[in-house]
Nanobody, 121 residues
Framework: QVQLMESGGGLVQAGGSLRLSCAAS????????MGWYRQVPGKPRELVAA???????NYADSVKGRFTISRDNAKNTVSLQMNSLRPEDTAVYYC???????????????WGQGTQVTVSS
């Protein structure tokens, strides 16, 4: 079984910064991509940023230049540094990894429980 533990959400004023962290644990054999998604009520979950095992990153246009994703492969962690936050960044942020629990098991998606980020104007 794979568990994801997120931390770092909270309330911040517009223009401020937050750092989200996600630690994966459990029966992990290998992790491929890691990423952050966000969701507001009534809207579908959307990709914020993702990073491959080789370090290639991908960002939503709305966060380019403001957010930075990073990962520590030795510790199975992924972080999201969020700067110049805007009220429209308010959402529940979810960590997701693509991992497998053994060499002969298929890759699967694993999600964290979500952490609230609220940006006040």
């Amino acid at each position: 079984q794979v568990q994801l533990m997120e931390s770092g959400g909270g309330l911040v004023q517009a223009g401020g910064s937050l750092r989200l962290s996600c630690a994966a644990s459990g029966s992990i054999f290998s992790i491929n991509a890691m990423g952050w998604y966000r969701q507001v009520p009534g809207k579908p979950r959307e990709l914020v940023a993702a990073i491959t095992s080789g370090g290639t990153t991908n960002y939503a246009d709305s966060v380019k230049g403001r957010f930075t994703i990073s990962r520590d492969n030795a510790k199975n962690t992924v972080s999201l540094q969020m700067n110049s936050l805007r009220p429209e960044d308010t959402a529940v942020y979810y960590c997701k990894i693509v991992a497998r629990t053994n060499w002969n098991r298929p890759w699967g998606d694993y999600w964290g429980q979500g952490t609230q980020v609220t940006v006040s104007s």
